[in-house]
Nanobody, 129 residues
Framework: QVQLVESGGGLVQAGGSLRLSCARS?????????????MAWFRQAPGKEREFVAC????????VYADSVRGRFTISRDSSEKMVYLQMNSLTPDDTAVYYC?????????????????WGQGTQVTVAS
């Protein structure tokens, strides 16, 4: 089993920055050596569906971003692959949401929430205008 714990959310003024962190614990690798975890961030605003923000693939570290955050947000992971980060710059009130970390038992990331196997509890990000 894999556990994900997010941190770093909070209240920030428009134009400001936040860095979210996601710590992964538990079993991290399948018995198949080439399969590792891809990680992603999703967000959900009140009254809206959960939406993809960014992902990083497990094998080669390729990243994908939603159009709404490309150029402002950066997803990264550490060498141990137990931490993944989301650096968020130039925040706007439209970025206000609960941000969720997700892990997928496959080396290629996905933009679809139902393709992720594990989820964190979420961290609130509020951007004031």
């Amino acid at each position: 089993q894999v556990q994900l714990v997010e941190s770093g959310g909070g209240l920030v003024q428009a134009g400001g920055s936040l860095r979210l962190s996601c710590a992964r614990s538990g079993r991290t690798f399948s018995t198949l050596a080439f399969i590792t975890y891809s990680m992603a961030w999703f967000r959900q605003a009140p009254g809206k569906e959960r939406e993809f923000v960014a992902c990083v693939s497990g094998r080669d570290g390729d990243t994908v971003y939603a159009d709404s955050v490309r150029g402002r947000f950066t997803i990264s992971r550490d060498s141990s692959e137990k931490m993944v980060y989301l650096q968020m710059n130039s925040l706007t009130p439209d970025d206000t949401a609960v941000y969720y970390c997700a892990a997928r038992r496959y080396f290629i990331g996905s933009t679809l929430p139902n393709e992720y196997d594990y989820w964190g509890q979420g961290t609130q990000v509020t951007v004031a205008s």
